[in-house]
């Protein structure tokens, strides 16, 4: 106890606001990468199959979500959130809270991981999806049993790859007001100059990426065998 009070007097001072903190960065990324995950496999296929020489080929539908998925991706995170307040204040009736962060989190969540699916799929032995054509496999059939089923090694890794980047992205949030540790770290470490909290609000983060990754690694490793 000694020794926490000597290095982390701060910290010491506020352990359920820490807690709090925790739970709130846990909720962002947990709905974030379920609603973001499930749009950005959906927006990813569709750029997939709907590219020149794709399965279902419509030009101007891949060349109009190509660019905004381009154009999404290129808005630095901290600038989308200020431009998205309106928005914000739309869906949820506020700009400031976890649940508010949400809405930001998740448009500049979906268009990273579509791209990344994308990618995943783009891997998959073109051989293979001519033969389920030859086959006669309907389109459908091609997108779950081929695709979808061919990459699953590939879309657990970038998976893991975006669940990381949302723990970073709701840290970048709490300078927003968003809640969370990024929050704690900027009202409590920054602007009071208690480094002892901005650094265990890093630690904490660190944990949660090293554990996320470490069940990624198991997923990945059962799906592989």
């Not at 190509?66 to 154009?71: A, G, L, R, T």
């Not at 869906?91 to 268009?111: D, E, Q, R, Y």
């Not at 690694?217 to 059962?222: H, Q």
């Amino acid at each position: 106890m000694n020794f926490l009070e000597t290095y982390f007097p701060n910290v010491v001072e506020i352990p359920d606001e820490f807690i709090k903190a925790t739970q709130e960065t846990l909720y962002m990324t947990f709905w974030t990468s379920l609603i973001a995950g499930i749009l950005g496999v959906f927006f990813g296929v569709l750029l997939v199959v709907t590219r020149p020489g794709g399965i279902l080929e419509q030009r101007v539908t891949f060349y109009i979500l190509d660019q905004i998925v381009n154009i999404v991706r290129s808005i630095p995170f901290i600038i989308l959130i200020s431009l998205l307040v309106v928005v914000t204040r739309l869906i949820v009736g506020t700009s400031i809270g976890v649940k508010a962060a949400l809405v930001p989190l998740i448009i500049g969540v979906v268009p990273f991981f579509a791209r990344q699916i994308e990618i995943a799929l783009l891997e998959v032995d073109p051989g293979v999806i001519e033969a389920a054509e030859a086959m006669g496999t309907s389109p459908l059939g091609i997108i779950f049993r081929v695709y979808l089923k061919e990459s699953l090694a590939g879309i657990a890794r970038v998976s893991a790859l975006t669940i990381i980047n949302v723990i970073g992205l709701t840290a970048m949030a709490g300078a927003t007001g968003a809640g969370g540790l990024g929050s704690l770290s900027i009202t409590r470490g920054h602007n009071r100059f208690q480094t002892d909290v901005t650094f265990v609000a890093m630690i904490i983060i660190l944990i949660l990426v090293f554990i996320s990754q470490a069940i990624s690694n198991l997923i990945i490793k059962k799906i592989s065998h």
